[in-house]
Antibody, heavy 119, light 107 residues
Framework: DVQLVESGGGLVQPGGSLRLSCTAS????????MHWVRQHPGKGLEWVSR????????RYADSVKGRFIISSDNAKNTLYLQMNSLRGEDTAVYYC????????????WGQGTLVIVSS | DIVMTQSPATLSVSPGERATLSCRAN??????LAWYQQKPGLGPRLLIY???TRATGVAARVSGSRSGTDFTLTISSLQSEDFALYYC?????????FGQGTRVEVK
C-alpha cells in the first residue's frame, strides 16, 4: 500500500527555519512527481512546491519562492521541504502528496504536519 | 492565477439523499479538474480527476461532470462516510489552485 508520512513540524519563531520530511513507502519516490501542499488553519488548500526524479526543474508557489527548497533523498525514499525566513502566514498544516502520472492530480496524501510560526 | 469558486459553502443533506456540489473556474481549464474529499485530521482523498473519471476505489455513487467552466460533483445517495469537506482543484494552468471547499453536513 502507498503511504506517505510527514514529520518535522513544530513551533518556530518568525525568521526561523524548519525542515519537513515525508517518508514514502509502497512505491519508489523518484519515479513520481512529488508535491507539498499546505492548508492554513480553517482554510482551503494551497499548492506549495513540486519536484520529480527525472531532473525536471522544481517549481514553487510565488508565496514561498526564494525561501523554501524542495529536495529528496532517493536512498531513503524521503522528500524534504526546507523552509527558511518563515513568516506568520506560513502557519499551516503541510501535506506531501504524490502526483498521478506526471499530471497535476494528487492521488495519495500524507496525514500532514503542523507548522506554527509565532513569537 | 485561476480562481476556483465552490458553492454552496455548506450543504445540509439527509442520508440517502442526493448531494450536488458546484465548482466554477474563472477561465477555461478544459477538463483538467479534480475533486477531493477531506475528513477531520486527515489528508485529502482523490475522488475524481479529468472532471469525470473516478479514482481507484471510489464508489459508483460518486460522479463528476463538466459544462464549460462549470463542474459538478454528485453523490447520488449519501452514506454516513460521505459527510465531509470537498475541494475542487484545477491543474490546467500554473499555479494549480483549489476552491475554498464545500462542507456536506447531516441535515
Amino acid at each position: 500500500d502507498v503511504q506517505l508520512v510527514e514529520s518535522g513540524g513544530g513551533l518556530v519563531q518568525p525568521g526561523g527555519s524548519l525542515r519537513l520530511s515525508c517518508t514514502a513507502s509502497g512505491f519508489t519516490l523518484s519515479t513520481y512527481w512529488m508535491h507539498w501542499v499546505r492548508q492554513h488553519p480553517g482554510k482551503g488548500l494551497e499548492w506549495v512546491s513540486r519536484m520529480n526524479g527525472d531532473g525536471s526543474p522544481t517549481r514553487y508557489a510565488d508565496s514561498v519562492k526564494g525561501r523554501f527548497i524542495i529536495s529528496s533523498d532517493n536512498a531513503k525514499n524521503t522528500l524534504y521541504l526546507q523552509m527558511n525566513s518563515l513568516r506568520g502566514e506560513d502557519t499551516a498544516v503541510y501535506y506531501c502528496a504524490r502526483g498521478y502520472y506526471g499530471s497535476g492530480v494528487f492521488d495519495s496524501w500524507g496525514q500532514g504536519t503542523l507548522v506554527i510560526v509565532s513569537s | 492565477d485561476i480562481v476556483m469558486t465552490q458553492s454552496p459553502a455548506t450543504l445540509s443533506v439527509s442520508p440517502g439523499e442526493r448531494a450536488t456540489l458546484s465548482c466554477r473556474a474563472n477561465q477555461s481549464i478544459s477538463s483538467n479538474l479534480a475533486w477531493y474529499q477531506q475528513k477531520p485530521g486527515l489528508g485529502p482523498r482523490l475522488l475524481i480527476y479529468d472532471a469525470s473519471t473516478r479514482a481507484t476505489g471510489v464508489a459508483a455513487r460518486v460522479s463528476g461532470s463538466r459544462s464549460g467552466t462549470d463542474f459538478t460533483l454528485t453523490i447520488s445517495s449519501l452514506q454516513s462516510e460521505d459527510f465531509a469537506l470537498y475541494y475542487c482543484q484545477q491543474y490546467n494552468n500554473w499555479p494549480w489552485t483549489f476552491g475554498q471547499g464545500t462542507r456536506v453536513e447531516v441535515k
